[in-house]
């Protein structure tokens, strides 16, 4: 079974979401969770705790298992995401240029027609979801 498809099925049931998933050349298995109220080291260790013993018995391979926060710079990767963080600052590359460039810095103001609505300086920028490359928060201090 898909890790990712397993956890989406799992994490919720525990009260969480599933930001992310990396599988690391040397078979390190890093799962960040969230949950509305952010994340203590407590919620990593019962996830941790829990799906140990759940890859056990559905046989994931991997050596090593981290549980984290997504931390302040937060990967966006759903359109979920970029809906419940609209108003935020976020920075995100294309696959492609757009207006000549692949990166941007901007506020982000929705996802209408599987595009994102990005205001970049007084600019509105659409990027369709498709040729977004990587996007995260860009944390404000």
Do not use: W
């Amino acid at each position: 079974m898909n890790i990712e498809s397993l956890l989406d099925k799992t994490l919720p049931g525990l009260g969480y979401e599933c930001v992310d998933v990396e599988l690391t050349p040397q078979g390190t298995l890093r799962i960040f969770i969230d949950k509305p109220e952010g994340i203590t080291v407590d919620d990593c260790a019962l996830v941790s705790n829990h799906l140990s013993r759940l890859f056990m018995v559905e046989e994931v391979d991997y050596k090593r298992l981290e549980v984290s926060s997504p931390g302040l710079d937060r990967v966006l990767k759903k359109e979920k995401d970029f809906v419940r963080f609209a108003g935020s600052l976020a920075r995100v590359q294309t696959r492609l240029p757009q207006n000549g460039q692949k990166k941007f810095v901007g506020r982000i103001k929705g996802f209408e027609n599987n595009a994102l609505i990005l205001m970049v300086k007084d600019e509105e920028v659409m990027i369709e979801a498709g040729n977004i490359e990587r996007a995260r928060l860009k944390p404000e201090f």
